[in-house]
T-cell receptor, first 115, second 115 residues
């Protein structure tokens, strides 16, 4: 079974500091990997995804994540965060169950950016 | 462009009462999902509907029923609410067929409290 581990439940940082949100997954087969973001009192939105090809993927707001197959990781990074990046971030992995594929979410990391 | 719309946004129930959460999407998506979100637990799949006319259980289906009314609408029913069902419920949808590339579109959530 697929599982997703987000190693930090909360990450406080100061504005303009770099941040890394860690995600590890368990799988011995090809996977698709995702990061979703949830701003306060909203639903989740897709931030970025890895399907194939280049192992470094980027979002439009400066986040990037690198697929590392040997370490089964997909950590999310940003070199300089803004107050507006305060949100909860979820790593997700596809899981094949029966004849269908479903997303399995990690438990989330709350990023708080302080002035 | 409404996307995924959930009603109601807030609801307070007494133990044993029943209620239905409504979800509608206007993106012509085939697949629809119901998740619950609890602090420190991430998102857990309750039920999903891969296409109109089909529904399947997710990780935590006990105490819930669903109806895929048509392609647009997917409702979640609590027949006899329990305090353990206090949670934030999210409906999501996606285009299905082929590989699950993972981009789910979420509603804004329905916050349910069971006293």
């Amino acid at each position: 079974a697929q599982s997703v581990t987000q190693l930090d439940s909360q990450v406080p940082v100061f504005e303009e500091a770099p941040v890394e949100l860690r995600c590890n997954y368990s799988s011995s087969v090809s996977v698709y990997l995702f990061w979703y973001v949830q701003y306060p009192n909203q639903g989740l939105q897709l931030l970025l995804k890895y399907l194939s090809g280049s192992t470094l993927v980027e979002s439009i707001n400066g986040f990037e994540a690198e697929f590392n197959k040997s370490q089964t990781s997909f950590h999310l990074r940003k070199p300089s965060v803004h107050i507006s990046d305060t949100a909860e971030y979820f790593c997700a992995v596809t899981r094949r169950q029966g004849g269908s594929e479903k997303l399995v979410f990690g438990k989330g990391t709350k990023l708080t950016v302080n002035p | 462009n409404a996307g995924v719309t959930q009603t109601p946004k807030f609801q307070v129930l007494k133990t044993g009462q029943s209620m239905t959460l409504q979800c509608a999407q206007d993106m012509n998506h085939n697949s629809m999902y119901w998740y619950r979100q609890d602090p420190g637990m991430g998102l857990r799949l309750i039920y999903y509907s891969a296409s109109e006319g089909t529904t399947d259980k997710g990780e935590v289906p006990n105490g819930y029923n669903v109806s895929r009314l048509n392609k647009r609408e997917f409702s979640l029913r609590l027949e006899s609410a329990a305090p353990s069902q206090t949670s934030v419920y999210f409906c999501a949808s996606r285009v299905s067929g082929g590989t699950n590339t993972g981009e789910l579109f979420f509603g804004e959530g329905s916050r349910l409290t069971v006293l």
